[in-house]
Each structure stands twice: as C-alpha cells, then as structure tokens.
C-alpha cells in the first residue's frame, strides 16, 4: 500500500503527525463533558393551565378535554397524557424519537393560541414547558444550627444561595423548608359585621393604604425637586393602627374588628437530617454544564463558606450525583488499564519480543488519544457507555496492529530487510485487515440511524468503538510498519540472555507445539467433516435449551447505594400526624448498621419531586459505600420492607434512587375506560392478580384515596334578592378560610406578606361556616346558611387520562428473584381471568414497554448489520461465496453468547444485545484472515487441503492473539465489579464468551464449510462447462 510506503520512508513526518494528533486529544480530552450517560434528548412537551377554585372533575371537564382535543392531531405525538387535580391541568405530551423538539414547541404554541378562547373565563394561560432532565437537582445540601428558623432562612438567603447562584454552570439554587415571615390579620367576622363590614373591605383597605407614589416635582431656584408621597406600612404596629372609616362617619381601627399577629406563614412542609430540624438547598445545574465541574466549583465554595459562616453553623452534603459519576468513571478507566496490561502481556507471551510488544502497545494509547478528538468534536461526553466503548476498543484496536506485525515478524523470519519486510508484510495482509476493521465498523451504522431510547443510550458508545477502531486501523497501516522497520529485531526473539532467554525458548516450544497439535486436530476435521458439522449443530441445540433459564430485562439495576422510601398515610391525616410517623420510622432506620444518612421530608417537597399533600413524606437513605457494609442495597432494602409493614394504615414503597433519569417503573399496566368507578374496581382486581405474581414488590395504583369534601351550594337567586352576588360570597368563603396576601411590607430588603384571614376560633366547624357573616349592599348582615346550603361528599383528588380517555396505572418494581420478562408473562396469564368490560382495555407500559421497542429496534439493527458484514467482504474477495463461508462463524457465536449469560447470571438486556451486535463485527475477522490467507496460499501452488492446514497452523497465532486480546481486556467489564459496572458487564460477558467459543469453533468449522462450498462451487462450474459444452455441440 502506498500509504504504508510513505509511511515507513518518512518516519519523521510520521512522528511529528502522530505528535500533533496527540496534542489534539489531549486538548480535546481536557474540554469534554463527564457525565454519568449520555445527554438524553427526551421528546416530551409540558402544557400547565391553573383553573382557580375548581374541582378536579371540573378541571377535567371544561380544561384538560378541550385542551386534548386541540392538541392530540399535532404532527408526530406518540401519545398523551393528563393528570386534572384541584386548580390546576396538566398535559404531557411525548413525541417520537428524533421529532424536532424546536419545531414542535412552536407548532403546540400555535395551537394553544386556537384553543385559549375555548377555557373558561377563571382559567390561565397555559403555560408551556419542555421536560428537561437536567432540571432535577444534582446537589441537595442541609444547612441547620443553633439559631431560629427565620435567622437560618435570612442566612441562607443572603450569604449562602447568592455565592452558589454565582458559580459558572449553576442555574439555580431553591430553598426548602423555610418557613416565611407574615403578618396575619385574623378578623372577628361577627365585630366586622356591626360595623357593616366585610373581608373584602379589609383586603381593599390593606393595599389601598400600603402605597408610595410619585407627586410630580417642585420648583426649587434654578433646579427642580421630585415630590413623592410616602405610605407604605413599616412594620405589624402600623397594620394594627390603619384607619378604618365606617359609613356613619367614624373611624375606627384595624385593630377593633382583627387582632394582628407577627407570624410565620402557614407550615407546608418539613425537613430532618437524622433526625434533626434542617433546611434543604436544592443545586440545579444548566442544561449544557458539566455536572462534575459544577460538583467541584459547588465543593470549593463551600469550603470557603464553612470558613466565613459561624461555627454553630453546619452545612452538610445530603445528595451529590457528581460522586457516583466520578466513582463509576474511574472504575472503567481502571479496568481499562487493567485490560489493557492482560493485553499487553499476552502479546509479550506471543510475540517474546519485547521491541514487538513496544511496537504494539505503543499504538494503544494513540489510538485512544486519536479517538477523543473525534468524540470531542461529534459533541459527546464522557460518560460510562463512551469509556466502555473505549476499554472494548482496547481489545479490539490491537487486532489490526497484530496480525500486521506478525505478518511482518514472518518476513523477518525469511531473512527479509526491516523496511523491506515492513513494506512486504503490511502490503500482502493489509487488505484483509481493511476488511476485518471495516466490518467491525459498519456493525455500528444500524444503531446510528435507528431511533428510540436505545439508540439514545447506546449511539454514543457505538460511535465511540467505530472511532477508536478507525483510529487503530491508521496506526496500524502508517505507524506500525514505520516502528517494525526500525525497533524489530532481526530474526530471533531472544533479545537478552539468561532466564529470560530460557523462557522465551519454552514459550516458543510451547506455541509451536500448540500449532503442531492444532494441524493435527484440523486434519482430523476436514476428514471428519460430517462429524464436525453435527457435533457443532448439537452443541448449539443444547445451549438453545438454556434460552428459558436467561431472563430479559431493560436495563440492569445500577446499584448506588441510595434508597428511596415514600409513606402515604390515610388521606385525612395532618401534616404534624405525617411527621409524627416518619419520625418514629427515621429512628428505626438509622439503627441499621449499613445505614449513613436518612434526610426526610414531609409536605409538598420531598426527594421524589412530587406533588406531596400533607399526608404524604418520603426519606432518602444513603448507605455506607460497598466496602464499608456487610450487606447489599438489596438485602437492607428487604429489611425496610419489613419495617415500613408494621406502621397502620399507610402505603409504603421501597425502590433504589435511580440517577440515570430512566426511573419508570419496571411493570406498568394501564388500564383505560370511561367511568372512575369501573376503574377503581379493575385496578383493585389487577393489583391482587399481579399481588399473586412472584418477584414483585411496591405494587401501587395511581389512584388516590377519594378525599372528604364540604360542598357549598349558593341558591343564587336567594342571594340576588340580598343584593348578593355567587362572585362575592365565594370570595368572602374563600378569604375567611383559606386567606388571602393582601399586600407586602417590604422593609430592609425583606418582604413580608400580609394576610387576612377569619380568626382561628372562628373557621374550626361547619357550624362556623354556616355561621359566617355576609353585608349587603344595604348594611344589612345575614350568615351564609340563610342563602346556602351544606352537602358533604367524596371525590377523587386526582383523575388520569391516557389518550383522551380516563385511566389508572397499577405499577411495580421487581425483587432481584425474577427478570421482567417471566413476570410480564405470569401477569399476563392472571390477567386474562379478569374479565374486562366492553369499553375497557389494559395494555402493558413502564421499563417492559421501553424493552420491545428497544429489542425490536436492535433486531432490525442486527440484521442490517449482518447484512453490511457481508457486504464488506463480498467486495474484499469480490466473491459472493468466501464470504457465505466466513458468516458461518455468526450462528456458533450464540454458543458462547447463551453459556456466558447462563453462567454469570445476567440477564438478556439492551446492553447485551449491543454485544451481540459488536460480535456481529468481530466474530468474522479471523475467519476472513484465514479464508484470505487460504486462498493466497493456494494462488502460490498448494492444494485446497493443504492450503487449509498451512494457513489454520501460521495463522493461528495472530487469531489466538486477537482473541485473548479482546478477551482480556474486556474480562475487567464483564466481572461487573465497582461503580456503575452493571451497565457495561452483560455486554462485556456476550462479547467475552461469544468471542471466546466462536474462535475456538470457528478454527474448525471454517475450514470444513470452505471445503464444501469450494467443492460445491467446482461442481457448479463443471454443470456450467457441461451446459456450455453441450450447447456448443451441434444438432
């Protein structure tokens, strides 16, 4: 090859190239991102409306059903869905894969504008969002102390959140916990009324009389001065003495009809570290940061703050993502230096060279270096599926570089020049090492163009592969050769005296006697084809017995360490009683040895980011790391199911906190229909048969507990004749009871709001309600029971549409006993004895319905990729038959594939099959050298069979070298040991034991197949020279 030539004649452009490309990937390396998985671009849209004062039905009826309507033709909506609670709808819209997110934001913009004019007149904008993953916090931190809540909130909002909102990739920095200053002016509704007052006038009276404004400007000599006229309230004193003037002329003040009080705002949730009083501080980074440098410059800051702050005051790490991140990727790249040096030293083993092995793994990391420039600017990151695609790029890179040398060391052998030898040994197999590189690559090409969260996840280790690959193919056609041709030794492998000497001479003994008995064991073959062939075939059917003992699943279980306990307790229960609870569980919790830290949380924030009422909380434990306990996340995780089981009353689960964004649940049924009752009774009916199923834990249902409701119907024409409006006694209802923020003191940089509300010995009953005063418009004062009547009720917090139909969700996580795929198929089975009605259907969704789009997708991706490695070869031999020979190495892989996943226990999941795909590539590259090298020998005289034994025996210890290569340097992966190892290890184990067997059976099967496709091909062409002959003869 040409470029092989340049390359061992200018050895110093080839340095300086080699320099500058280094140089480049450093500098590129040193820009990338670190994350834990790639960015996932996720096709899901968010419309938000608020409907004040309305109940979920109505919420439903007049805003989440025209808004549907409006919005489910949008061009590549996958699917909708709706959730109306009270005051408020909210729409998820998920797209395909591979939608334009920008177009379609516009397109849902537009339609919005079509559907605003049909809402109701109470209802807001809705608001559109797009879901951004990155929005979920990456740090949460406990700030506690010796001090009282408010000075601990004023801390933290002065001196901590603003040097933390400062730092370059931090968009925000929330606080939780706190709860805020406010003034209550709690009225004597019946005082009110003597003086022919209502709450309405109170609330206009507080933001009337609470304003500063400009007066214009006064004339002062030659300049002018501005005029402003101040009214702002200061402080609760001035609340209390505001002037009241009554329609009889008096005044009289606030405080005469309302006491006054300097308070808090009322408790919406709280917050314990270990069982201490804290606040929470959420860290949010940009979507385009990096989270491990945002998690450092986070560190660095508050060490300087801890530095500043008082002493009493603490502030402490609950949750960092940043440190499983930085723990997993150093857990690959040192089994990717540990794979590495297997390799290596398995090249010294065969080479017994130590120049040889030098040339060799010297191209290992430029080959790696090379490829970061490339992932740099195809805009990846670093994560642990692009560092995985690089430790199976160590294995695999070497390949070329190998064969190439070896081929090289033949030359030498002879007695060939160096350079001559480099040139001539390059030249003569480089061709087959393009072939064998190449079909490698284009396994890679399906994934890229498929769609979907598989090719979302795994694109970026795709193309991390076809890089490096790409990468060690350049090194090994130019610097290989150019390194042989001056630092190979001439013919001996001895290259020191003494033992070493020795053992080099007993490891050559050793090989050749290898190679002499594999002669021997072919030989055997190719008179024994039949034998060969039926035995290969029994051992695959055999293996295919396993299939039934392999489970399937998604994606596997990345164990963090982190759990995540949410209690719901029934729906009537105070927010005090919900602490109370969590209290006494939190104590129980951290006598766990294994356990390290439990931050709980009660109310409307909590770890799960989800929309918590008062009896709701949630507790996210942090185990001790691995090597620190006796026990698995699992097996603690076991044991607080045992706990939770003896609190009264209270629906209890108990997962692992995912970090990899993809937490839907493992089972997810989704039963649609009409009626709520019909689906409460189906959800009950589904949740016991799958309650039934081995293998599940936290079954739930997304319906809610119905809620207690107090109904007020106004007879509007009754309150009509007392000059009443419905407007004015629903204001006067909700003001008394629920309170409203009149206005804000703002005083020294701190706001306070003031709020105006009935007393609170006035709003504890019904009879306190019915009671409530109303003013006419004549000053007359009636109680609402004259103009209303009381109706107590139930209804559903919460209602559920999937396709513009009502639904319910029944979802569960699975033990670590069962796969997802035997426990769909039990479910399966249970649920075709519940006999659905007409109108009603249940369909399968959560990680099982991600895993057969996946599989689906990666299946046609596999059979393009067989097809392309095919096609590759096809134009190498430029034959249509050698290349049928060589993909008989493809159904002997599925030996090995089946026992490695028997035999470690790993389940058949996406990353296996991403395996399997590379497999598809790699399998073939010994067969190919051997097939070429077969046929170049029978180009120089030797006979098919002699052809076979001669090219199986030189070319046996390149192949046995590439296959221990890629073996052991992906052996570190596939034991699954370390941080975020368990995404990595079943494809390391398919590729490791599919590589493995096919090696060894393809040495055999290979040269059996190619005798009987050559024979077959000689008959064709003597029926064709018979035809012609015939033909030719004439009649």
Known sequence: MKLTDLSVHRPVGVVIIVIAVMILGAISLTNLSIDLLPDINLPVAVVMTSYSGAAPQEVETLVTRPLEGGLSTLEGLERIQSLSVQNQSLIILVYDFGTNMDQAMLEIRERLDLIRQALPDGADDPALFRFDPNAFPIIQLSLSGSVSEAQLTSLAEERVIPRLERLPGVAQVSLIGQTPREIHVEVDPHRLAAYQLNLLHIVQLLGTENVSTSAGTLPRGQMEMSLRVIGELQDSEDVRGLPIPLPTGEVIRLEDVAEVKDTTAPTQSYAFVNGQPTLSLNITKQSDANTVAVARAVERELEKLAAELPSFIEINTILDTSQFIRESINNVVRNMILGASMAVFILLVFLRSVHSTLVI??????????????????????NILTMGGLALGIGLMVDSSIVILENIYKYRERGFHAVEAAKRGAQEIGSAVIASTLTSVVVFLPIIFTTGLAAEIFFPLAITVAFTLLASLAVAITLVPMLASRLMPPSSPAETQGWLTRLSERLGSMLALIGQRYRQALNWAIGHRKTVLVATLLLLGGCLTLVPSIGVEFLPILDQGEILVEVELPVASSLEHTVGVLAGLEQQILDIAEVELVFTSAGQDNMAMRGN??????????????????????????????????????????????????????????????????????????????????????????????RPELQVIIDKDLASQYGLTQNEVMQTIRLGFQGQVATVIRKEGEEINVRVLLSEQNRQSVEDLAQLPLVTPLGDSITLNTIARFEQTEGPPVISRQNQQRGVAISADLTTERDLGSVVEDIRRQLEEIPFPEGYQYEFGGQYEQMIEAFGDLTLALGLAVFLVYAVMAVQFEKLMYPFIIMFSLPVTSIGVIVGLFVTGHSFSTPAFIGLIVLAGIVVNNAIVLVDYTNTLRQRGLSREDALLTAGQERLRPIMMTMLTTVLAMAPLALGLGEGAELQAPMAVVIVFGLSFSTLITLFVVPVMYIYMDRLTEWFKRRLKQRKKLLAEPH
């Open 361 to 382: 793994a010297a191209s290992i990391p430029i080959a790696l270096i090379s490829a970061f420039t490339l992932i740099y600017f195809s805009g990846q990151t670093l």
């Open 613 to 706: 009422a008062q009896n709701r909380g949630s507790m996210y434990i942090r185990l001790l790391p691995a090597d620190k306990r006796e026990r698995s996340t699992t097996a603690v995780m076991e044991e607080l199911r045992q706990l939770t089981q003896s609190i009264p009353d209270a629906e209890v689960t108990v997962s692992r906190l995912d970090s990899t964004g993809m937490d839907e649940a493992p089972v997810r049924i989704e039963i649609s229909g009409h009626e709520l009752d019909t689906l409460a009774e189906l959800a009950e009916e589904v949740s016991w048969s799958m309650a039934q199923v081995p293998g599940l834990a936290n079954i739930i249902t997304s319906l809610e507990q119905s």
